[in-house]
């Protein structure tokens, strides 16, 4: 009888537990960025299921690159960026972590596409120049060989 009692009460807890996992806000929001051509997406426990999509969002001038900014809290976004004019796909894989790469596009209109894999974070998908970029890059390079190192030391 005991044991009946035991196996009775851990399963009420296992069905407590799931039920609460169940009942987890989840939600996936995009928008349009107003200072560059492009957008940024918020996730708070975005699943597959949760899928924004937005046509035309990115437009790629001559000269510029498509940077992709994740900063994910955990798990990660699927991401697909699919050119409108032919529909060549310029990148469709995971975005996660939090360091920001760039990816080469012709110049042209992009749809954007993410959905979510257990995603709670930010990200940011937008177009800028190429060459702004690489000396944003250098000067930050320079400013961070202007510290001190005993600065950043625990010593």
Known sequence: MKKTRILCAAAVMVLAVALAACSLKHSLSLELLEEASGIKVEAENAGKDDVVSSEGAIVV???????????????????????????????????????????DALPGTYDVTVSGNGATGWM???????????????????ALEQIDPSVLSNN
């Open 61 to 103: 001038n001559e000269g510029d690159v498509i940077v992709i900014s994740p900063c994910m809290d955990r798990g990660s976004f699927n991401l697909t960026i699919v050119s409108a004019d032919d529909g060549t796909v310029v990148y469709d894989d995971i975005a996660d972590g939090r360091i920001y790469f760039q990816i």
């Open 124 to 142: 940011t998908v937008f177009s800028t120049s190429a060459e702004e970029l690489s000396a944003q890059e250098e000067s930050l390079g320079e």
